[in-house]
C-alpha cells in the first residue's frame, strides 16, 4: 500500500518537474525533454529516452564536489545531453557523451551549441566497440540498455582499465543490471544520500555507486 502510494506521488512529481522543464527548453531554445521510444532509437537492446529525474542531482552533487580538471567524465547513453549540461557546472576538464542514434545525437548537439557548451563532445556509435573510454575516469548511466548490450559495455570498460589503470568511478542511476559489474569485479560504495532520498529510493528508482581499479 505504501510503495503504491508513494509511486503515485513519484508519478505526479515527475509530471510536474516535466512541466517546468519543458518551459525551459521553450525559453531556451533546447529540446531535453521530448521523450523518445525505443522504436525510434534503432538499436536492439537499447532503452527508450526519458531524461534524468532532477530528484538524483543532489546526490550527484555530494558525489562530485572535489572532482578537478584532471578527472572526465562520459555519458553512455547521454541522450538529448541533460546530464551533459549538469556535469558542466562541475569541475570537468572533460565532459563528454556517447549516444547510438544519429538523430539523437544531432537534437544533442544542437542543445549543446545552444547553451555555448561547445567544449562537450558527443560521440555517435555503440557502446560496446567504443574505444576511447582510456579518456575517463568517471562514468554515468541511466540505465541506457539490457542486458544484453550491457555486458559487453563493461567488459569494454574493463579492458579499458587494465590497458590504462586508473580507478574507474560508474555512477548507475536506475541500476537494473547491477549485478553485471558486481560479476565482473566492480566494487559498490556508499552513495552519500540524505534522509529523503533513503526513504524514497526503497520505492523508486535509485543511484548506486561502483569502482574498478
Not at 575516469?137 to 574493463?158: G, S
Request: hydrophobic fraction near 35%; charged fraction near 30%; proline fraction near 4%.
Amino acid at each position: 500500500m505504501r510503495r503504491r502510494i508513494v509511486r503515485g506521488i513519484y508519478s505526479i512529481v515527475k509530471k510536474i518537474v516535466f512541466k517546468i522543464q519543458s518551459k525551459e527548453d521553450k525559453k531556451n531554445n533546447t529540446d531535453f525533454t521530448t521523450m523518445i521510444g525505443v522504436e525510434d532509437i534503432g538499436l536492439d537492446g537499447a532503452v527508450h529516452y526519458e531524461p534524468t529525474h532532477i530528484r538524483i542531482f543532489g546526490q550527484l552533487r555530494r558525489e562530485l564536489g572535489n572532482v578537478g580538471p584532471e578527472d572526465s567524465i562520459l555519458d553512455v547513453g547521454c541522450g538529448k545531453g541533460m546530464m551533459l549540461k549538469f556535469f558542466s557546472d562541475f569541475g570537468f576538464g572533460r565532459v563528454d557523451g556517447l549516444e547510438y542514434s544519429e538523430p539523437i545525437v544531432e537534437i544533442a548537439k544542437k542543445n549543446m551549441s545552444t547553451l555555448g557548451l561547445n567544449k562537450c563532445h558527443i560521440y555517435c556509435g555503440d557502446a560496446r566497440e567504443f574505444d576511447h573510454y582510456d579518456d575517463y575516469n568517471y562514468i554515468y548511466m541511466y540505465n541506457p540498455f539490457h542486458e544484453q548490450i550491457m555486458e559487453p559495455c563493461i567488459d569494454k570498460i574493463i579492458e579499458s582499465a587494465k590497458k590504462n589503470p586508473r580507478k574507474i568511478v560508474l555512477l548507475y542511476f536506475n541500476p537494473k543490471h547491477a549485478d553485471i559489474l558486481l560479476s565482473k569485479g566492480f566494487k559498490e560504495f556508499e552513495i552519500k544520500k540524505s534522509w529523503f532520498d533513503r526513504t524514497w529510493n526503497k520505492y523508486i528508482p535509485d543511484m548506486r555507486g561502483f569502482y574498478y581499479f
